[in-house]
């Protein structure tokens, strides 16, 4: 899975707005290939999670787990995810889920507020 950034208004009725993250798991090929030929969407390049502000910590408990980068996280599986939980001691996968959140928001952009004119 590749995540892409909507760059413009979609002419698909995907409910999307400029900014919004997707996965490439929502579009057939010919699809998606349409959209990133008409610069409609465009794929984000995951940081290191270690580059995230609060996330030096962790992002070092992760490593050794193959968790590197924005998109290790949100793309893990279900044997990686337990991997997280034993590392952390945690009873549920909600804080992963929380992190993988969290990590994502980093990603979008901040909303503005519209300017006042007077």
């Known amino acids: 899975m590749t995540t892409y950034r909507v760059i413009k208004r979609t002419p698909l009725s995907t409910g999307q707005e400029q900014g919004d993250l997707v996965d490439s798991s929502r579009f057939k090929q010919s ?15 995951m940081p290191p999670l270690a580059e995230l502000p609060g996330w030096a910590g962790r992002a070092a408990r992760l490593e050794p787990l193959g968790i590197v980068t924005v998109n290790d996280l949100i793309e893990s599986d279900a ?11 945690y009873r549920t ?6 992190w993988q959140e969290e990590a994502l928001q980093w990603l979008k952009p901040a909303k503005s507020k519209p300017i006042k004119r007077s």
Do not use: C, M, N, Y
């Open 31 to 45: 699809t998606l290939d349409r959209l990133i030929i008409s610069g409609t969407i465009a794929e984000v390049f």
């Open 79 to 89: 044997e990686t995810i337990k991997a997280i939980k034993k590392e952390f001691k």
């Open 93 to 98: 996968i909600t804080p992963i889920k929380r």
